[in-house]
T-cell receptor
Framework: QQQVKQSPQSLIVQKGGISIINCAYENTAFDYFPWYQQFPGKGPALLIAIRPDVSEKKEGRFTISFNKSAKQFSLHIMDSQPGDSATYFCAASIPPSNTGKLIFGQGTTLQVKP | DTGVSQDPRHKITKRGQNVTFRCDPISEHNRLYWYRQTLGQGPEFLTYFQNEAQLEKSRLLSDRFSAERPKGSFSTLEIQRTEQGDSAMYLC????????????FGPGTRLLVL
C-alpha cells in the first residue's frame, strides 16, 4: 500500500515531442504528489507538484494530470528538449501532519534525441 | 539561502569501517529527512527529524545506522561496521514541517564499501 509504481522504466523521445510518464498508487492517505528531476551525480530537484483536489496543473512545458478515482497521475513534458534528458521520479507524500515522508517511484530515464 | 549541503560528496571505505556523513539543511527548515538511493532506484526513506527529535525510522535503518540532529540544525548519519550492501547514495532533504511539503534535496553522499 505504500508503493508508487512508475512506468515506463526508460523513454526515448525526439526533440520537440511529448514525453509522458505514468504513476499509480494505492494508499488514499497520500495527499501530495510531486515530480522530481535528477541529473547524474546530483540530488533530486522538485519539478512540479499537485494535490488530489486538482485534476491538472501546468507549469511551462510541464503538466501533471491527476485521476483521483483511478489513483493515477502522469507527467507530460511538451516540446521536449535535449536538456530535459534526466531521470524523473514521481512521489507521493504522507501528510506533513504525520511524517511528510516521500514514497518514490522507481524512476524513468528520459533521453531526448536532437 | 545556499540550499541543502552534504559532506563528503564521495566516500570510499573498507568493509567493517565506520563512516559518518553530515547534512546542513536550509536554515529555518525544521524538518530533515535522510533517504538512501541505490543505482537505478528511487530514493527510499530512512529517517526524519522535526527539530532535534527523531520521529520515525524505517525498517531499512538497521542498528548499525544512527542519526542525530543536535540543536535542530545540522544532522549526521553514522554507519558502523559497514557492509558492501551499504554502498549507495545517501540523500538529505529539508522542509518546513506542518504544511510545507516541498522537500529540498542536497547533492548526496555517494558511499562505496569495498
Amino acid at each position: 500500500q505504500q508503493q508508487v509504481k512508475q512506468s515506463p522504466q526508460s523513454l526515448i523521445v525526439q526533440k520537440g515531442g511529448i514525453s509522458i510518464i505514468n504513476c499509480a498508487y494505492e494508499n488514499t492517505a497520500f495527499d501530495y504528489f510531486p515530480w522530481y528531476q535528477q541529473f547524474p551525480g546530483k540530488g533530486p530537484a522538485l519539478l512540479i507538484a499537485i494535490r488530489p483536489d486538482v485534476s491538472e496543473k501546468k507549469e511551462g512545458r510541464f503538466t501533471i494530470s491527476f485521476n483521483k478515482s483511478a489513483k493515477q497521475f502522469s507527467l507530460h513534458i511538451m516540446d521536449s528538449q535535449p536538456g530535459d534528458s534526466a531521470t524523473y521520479f514521481c512521489a507521493a507524500s504522507i501528510p506533513p501532519s504525520n511524517t511528510g515522508k516521500l514514497i518514490f517511484g522507481q524512476g524513468t530515464t528520459l533521453q531526448v534525441k536532437p | 539561502d545556499t540550499g541543502v549541503s552534504q559532506d563528503p560528496r564521495h566516500k570510499i571505505t573498507k568493509r567493517g569501517q565506520n563512516v559518518t556523513f553530515r547534512c546542513d539543511p536550509i536554515s529555518e527548515h525544521n524538518r530533515l529527512y535522510w533517504y538512501r538511493q541505490t543505482l537505478g532506484q528511487g530514493p527510499e526513506f530512512l529517517t526524519y527529524f522535526q527539530n532535534e527529535a527523531q520521529l520515525e525510522k524505517s525498517r531499512l535503518l538497521s542498528d548499525r545506522f544512527s542519526a542525530e540532529r543536535p540543536k535542530g540544525s545540522f544532522s549526521t548519519l553514522e554507519i558502523q561496521r559497514t557492509e558492501q550492501g551499504d554502498s549507495a547514495m545517501y540523500l538529505c532533504a529539508s522542509s518546513v514541517g506542518q504544511g510545507g511539503e516541498t522537500q529540498y534535496f542536497g547533492p548526496g553522499t555517494r558511499l562505496l564499501v569495498l
